[in-house]
């Protein structure tokens, strides 16, 4: 049974940054397919940012420039690393893993809390 559980989000000022972790048991990322999307309220859920052994590393334009998503196969981790953090960023942070033949992904965390303020 694949389990991720997301860390490293909390509150931080306009200009500040975070590492958000999502520790895997049962799925290996060292070929990945994984991402990181996030959701505010009363928004969609968008994709952030996604990994894939074929093609590599996806950024929304929104965050280009300023997020970073790696992985440490050895402690089974990916990462997305959010650097001149703004409000707008504020959102819960799901990481998934998994690509189905159909699109999305098979297996999803339960969150963490991203919160910039002004």
């Known amino acids: 049974q694949v389990q991720l559980v997301e860390s490293g989000g909390g509150s931080v000022q306009a200009g500040g940054s975070l590492r958000l972790s999502c520790a895997s048991s049962g799925y290996t990322y060292s070929s990945p397919c994984a991402g990181w999307f996030r959701q505010a309220p009363g928004k969609e859920r968008e994709g952030v940012a996604s990994v894939y052994v074929i093609r590599g590393t996806a950024y929304a334009d929104s965050v280009k420039g300023r997020f970073t998503i790696s992985q440490d196969n050895t402690k089974n981790t990916l990462y997305l690393q959010m650097n001149s953090l703004k409000p707008e960023d504020t959102a819960m942070y799901y990481c998934?893993?998994?690509?189905?033949?159909?699109?999305?992904?098979?297996?999803w965390g339960q969150g963490t809390q991203v919160t910039v303020s002004s």
């Open positions: 998934a893993a998994g690509c189905k033949s159909s699109g999305g992904y098979r297996y």
